[in-house]
């Protein structure tokens, strides 16, 4: 099993930037994609961005494209969502999340979520 833990959320300025962590632990980390999504109040979560157990494939939503970055970091078993030029409708609770396969991600099905942190952006 694999526990998630995310941290580096917080309340900041548009335009500003922020990077979240994602510290996990459990069995084969370094064989799982990983993600992260977001779930703002009142709307539906919403898939933001996933990185392969290798790091080599990437995928981003097309609303954060050129603003966030994902990466990871298998030796210290954490992933990152890099997060810049920050606007009030990221504001949002980030989940990061884990699967057991490249699909699990990309189709949104991840196996393992953890907690969240909350971002919140003013204008």
């Known amino acids: 099993q694999v526990q998630l833990v995310e941290s580096g959320g917080g309340l900041v300025q548009a335009g500003d930037s922020l990077r979240l962590s994602c510290a996990a632990s459990?069995?084969?980390?370094?064989?799982?994609?990983m993600g992260w999504f977001r779930q703002a109040p009142g709307k539906e979560r919403e898939f933001v961005a996933a990185?392969?157990?290798?790091?080599?494939?990437?995928n981003l939503a097309d609303s954060v494209k050129g603003r966030f970055t994902i990466s990871r970091d298998n030796a210290k078993n954490t992933v990152y969502l890099q997060m810049n030029s920050l606007k009030p409708e990221d504001t949002a609770v980030y989940y990061c999340?884990?699967?057991?396969?490249?699909?699990?991600?990309?189709?949104?099905?991840?196996?393992?979520w953890g907690q969240g942190t909350q971002v919140t952006v003013s204008s």
């Open positions: 990185i392969s157990w290798s790091g080599g494939s990437r």
């Open positions: 999340t884990a699967g057991d396969t490249w699909m699990r991600i990309t189709t949104q099905r991840p196996n393992y």
């Open positions: 459990g069995r084969s980390f370094s064989t799982y994609a």
